[in-house]
């Protein structure tokens, strides 16, 4: 459920949007996401759905989903299914869904009254020559040999352009602005290119395709946009957007403001990038719970509460917004302590022999699937001869300060008995291979007086447990800034070195047995150990499959600091 607490607030986007309802500037906030279907969404685009629909949410306005579909060799349908699918998990619906492609025929008539105004012109210079032509930062362009050409030349052209008459990429259609602009964007820029690709949703019919900036103006401008919300790399293209919306016979004037994108260290969130990981099958898909995609946080168990508490936490300005992992993992495992119920699994197993059970005299303890909300309910800890604890629970040598168990020493069962390690079996390279262990009958539920036992150790019952498959998921990068990392020779390294070989580790581990019982996308805290989701495809409930969604602490900072 959304409440307008879970939004970025003080930020300068919703001092404008106050503002301008206060004038009567604008009567309604109409905003709106407009993701390329070229990729997956990332984490990126987590905090841009949460800007756009939020503030609709928040001032009472409307938020449109619009696909911004002018580039047709990397879009199709599988990434169209995917961006509606995450905007509605991360809570969100949409008021109406457009595709920039629903106004292809309006833009090419845009096109056409700017032919007849003298405003553009087709131009037949190829790409190297346009650059030739363009100048640089400090020099002008110069105008091209075709700039002159009379408007019904134009116009002829253009519409031959449209049949298919010419070869891909011989001709553009351009602006006629300004080659001198300080501004690269206003040297007029190209607005439309051949370019036979078939298309997702309009086929064949088109040869000629809008460029974006042109196209996202109008889009802006035909869907009553009252706030374009760009990251600031747009910045020096509102020149251009106004330019546009100006200079077209539309009566709605929309008004683009930037604000400055996420970069998360240890990730990259860069499309071409993260397609490179899916082909060269360094990870299993789009959705591997490594990548910083929504369907692939979502698969590691990321909660969309969670996603839109890290994008308030990490707020909206126009300065540099680097954010460390750390922020994001924070934000999930503040979500999840409240509404995770608690499971005890043992992922490194070593059995115990109980020598002194007795069926008459030891019990078993029911056990709350929640600390703090005893609405969730209990369930029964069944204690049994031999037990399962964690290997690393157990040390033959103990370091200074250890709490858990050694050779004669005691621990606590996690909701049960005291117990006392009598006997160590090891087998012929000494390698511990089992316990021996006596239990204090007096101490199901009392402190026993007159001695300490301060470890507190998890365990399950060998008649109980439950096989499981558990993915240990960790940092898909060894590194803050994996695409930024320069060699000897002042050229970027490639990104893929620095790829984690430790982020992803499988186990059969053993769980209780409600694991038996779990739908896909089940959140629970193994506790001791961390967050966990049963697995969206593969998990069933005759071989349940776990990822770890995030450890209980940043182990990432404890290994930092310990250096």
Known sequence: MLNK????????????????????????????????????????????????????????????????????????????????????????QWHEEHYASDYFERLYDYAVALIQDGKAYVDDLDAEEMRQYRGTLTEPGRNSPYRERSVEENLDLFVRMRGG??????????????????????????????????????????????MYDYTHAISDAIENITHSLCTLEFESHRPLYDWVVENIAIAHQPHQYEFSRLELLYSITSKRKLNQLVVQDHVSGWDDPRMPTISGMRRRGYTPEGLRLFAKRVGISKSENVVDMSVLEG????????????????????????INFDEAVTQ?????????????????????KTIYIEADDFALDPPKGWQRLTPGGEVRLRYSYVIKCEEVVQDASGRVVSLKCSIDHETLAAKPQGRKVKGVIHWLSTEHAVS????????????????AVRGDDGQYRDFTEFLNPASVTEIDALVEPVANTLAPETRYQFERLGYFVTDRYDHTLENPVFNRTVTLRDTWQAQAEKK
């Open 5 to 92: 607490d879970q939004f970025a607030d003080n930020h300068f986007i919703r001092s404008i949007i106050e503002e301008d309802l206060q004038s009567g500037k604008c009567q309604q906030v109409m905003t709106r996401f407009p993701p390329e279907p070229n990729g997956y969404l990332h984490v990126g685009h987590a905090k841009s759905i949460c800007l756009n629909f939020g503030l609709a949410y928040i001032y009472d306005g409307l938020c449109n989903l619009r696909f911004d579909d002018t580039n047709p060799e990397k879009e199709s349908d599988e990434y169209v299914r995917s961006i509606k699918e995450d905007v509605q998990w991360l809570g969100f």
């Open 165 to 210: 008459e010419f070869p891909d990429g011989s001709k553009t259609l351009r602006l006629k602005i300004d080659m001198a602009a300080g501004n690269i964007n206003l040297r007029d820029p190209v607005i439309y290119r051949i370019r036979r690709v078939h298309h997702h949703r309009t086929g064949d019919k088109w040869v000629i395709y809008p």
């Open 364 to 384: 078993s303890r029911e056990a709350p699937y929640h600390p703090h909300h005893p609405e969730m309910g209990e369930r029964l800890m069944p204690l049994s």
């Open 468 to 483: 499981a498959k558990v993915r240990l998921y960790d940092r898909l990068f060894t590194v803050e800034r994996p695409d």
């Open 331 to 354: 934000a999930i495992r503040e979500d999840l302590e409240s509404v995770a119920p608690r499971m005890i699994a043992v992922l490194n197993p070593i059995k115990v022999e109980l």
